[in-house]
């Protein structure tokens, strides 16, 4: 790849990144965190949490515009092809998903189930219950692939942890929404057809 290719590359990975962050905060914003409405404190751990998140956003980000760090090849085109592939994969997906879930969408660090929550089965709901969790794994994937570095092994290290975190949340969804119950019995949780 040339380095024009390579800038290009880099500028849509960041693009991508910004983009997704963006749609985030402003849906957050827009839907006026109805969930953590009135609260005026915060636990330490979630302040921590949301403190790594944006750490590890931040390492991100400089890793887009920095010559590769652990390279994993010395000719990654076909490495970085295949990101490119996986990263705007989880990309869609996690966008789509999270446009989808709409006003049913919780901030993962307060986990708060509002009254007006209800399950959304339509879209890609339609098949796994986890879309955003999927995309942005693939997100991740996909970029640690483009920028040709061995830090793919440890984004494939959040998996459990994600898949943890699903089940937490799912436990507390099947408690707080009648038909979640049976929504898990008619879908997979990560993958169609799948997992």
């Not at 849509?12 to 985030?24: D, I, N, R, S």
């Not at 390492?59 to 515009?65: D, G, L, P, S």
């Not at 984004?155 to 459990?160: E, G, N, S, Y």
Request: with cysteine.
């Amino acid at each position: 790849m040339s380095e024009t290719g390579l800038y290009i590359l880099k500028f849509y990975l960041l693009a991508g990144l910004v983009a997704h962050k963006v749609l985030w905060e402003v849906l957050k914003r827009r839907q006026g965190d109805a969930q953590t409405a009135g609260e005026s404190t915060t636990s330490l751990v979630t302040k921590l949490i949301k403190l790594v998140k944006l750490m590890i956003l931040a390492a991100i980000i400089a890793q887009t515009v920095l010559p590769d760090f652990l390279p994993i090849s010395d000719e990654p085109l076909v490495l970085r092809l295949v990101g490119l592939f996986i990263f705007t994969l989880g990309l869609l997906t996690a966008i789509s998903a999270r446009l989808q879930l709409g006003s049913n969408w919780s901030d993962i660090e307060d986990g708060k189930i509002a009254d007006k929550h209800a399950v959304v089965s339509q879209g890609i709901y339609g098949y796994i219950r986890h879309p955003i969790d999927t995309g942005d794994i693939l997100l991740l994937i996909g970029l640690e692939l483009c920028l040709n570095s061995w830090l793919v092994l440890a984004v494939l290290l959040l998996a459990p942890i994600v898949a943890a975190q699903a089940i937490r949340e799912e436990k507390k969804l099947i408690n707080a929404l009648p038909d979640y119950e049976e929504y898990t019995r008619q879908t997979k949780r990560f993958i169609p057809f799948l997992i």
